[in-house]
């Protein structure tokens, strides 16, 4: 399905980022995976994917850095040959309470959540537009569709993912490439794992699904719109909420 397609992931070492490069590299893309960090989790996920019969290599890279990231595309173009699609999902959180959130807090989010997937975007199109090809999804958030309470800075980044979203779409529509973005709501990762602890009942009972999803149920609305049954379907929000933001 995505066999000789190469995808770029960010924030790929863990959580969604893990799982939607498991379902690319099962349905046959090679996978250039960016993670700021950790690079044993990184390894990890690249060789389960390899496991896979695939391609996966591993890209230290702070997104939040315009310079870094057009020296990373400029790698992962060399050792790939091109890339075909581009998911731009790490992300960062540091909430607070409006009245007392620093603007340091607020700006890391920004630089990383909204900036970051604008810096991969800015040097990733220039290879799509070429080949006249290309799929980008971005990582939104029910928070960026909603506000949530104590999540100002991360809730705007979201917002702002969205509007990037659909201007990206309008833009690019012309050379066949495709910009798209998915919003999940309360996922069970190590980012939510404390708060989902903590408030269970209330979370869960604000899930007209009555649960909390998986990386796996993010990972696959991605594959979808990374591949070729989404080829009509451009600028769209797809959430992954089970119901939480209708």
Do not use: W
């Amino acid at each position: 399905m995505l066999k000789e397609q190469t995808a770029i992931v960010t924030g790929g070492s863990r959580g969604i980022g893990r799982a939607i490069c498991l379902e690319l590299a099962q349905k046959g893309a090679d996978i250039a995976l960016v993670y700021a960090g950790n690079t044993q989790a990184a390894e990890e996920t690249a060789a389960a994917c390899r496991a896979l019969g695939v391609k996966a290599q591993c890209y230290q890279c702070d997104v939040a850095d315009f310079e870094a990231v057009k020296e990373t595309v400029g790698k992962i173009k060399a050792d790939f040959g091109g890339v075909q699609i581009l998911v731009n999902n790490a992300g960062v959180t540091r909430d607070g309470l409006l009245a007392a959130m620093k603007q340091a807090d607020f700006d890391a989010v920004i630089d990383t959540n909204l900036k970051g997937a604008f810096h991969f975007i800015r040097h990733v199109t220039p290879l799509m537009m070429r080949a006249r090809y290309g799929r980008i999804v971005n990582i939104s958030s029910v928070s960026g569709i909603m506000g949530n309470a104590g999540q100002t800075n991360y809730s705007a980044s979201k917002a702002g993912l969205i509007g990037l979203t659909k201007a990206t779409a309008r833009e690019l529509a012309g050379r066949n490439v495709t910009c798209n973005a998915v919003a999940p709501g309360f996922i069970a990762t190590d980012m939510t794992k404390a708060l989902v602890e903590k408030n269970s009942e209330a979370i869960v009972g604000s899930i007209p699904l009555g649960r909390v999803g998986n990386p796996e149920d993010v990972a696959k609305a991605v594959s979808f719109l990374a591949g070729p049954d989404s080829t009509y379907i451009t600028g769209e929000v797809l959430r992954v909420d089970g119901g939480m933001a209708m």
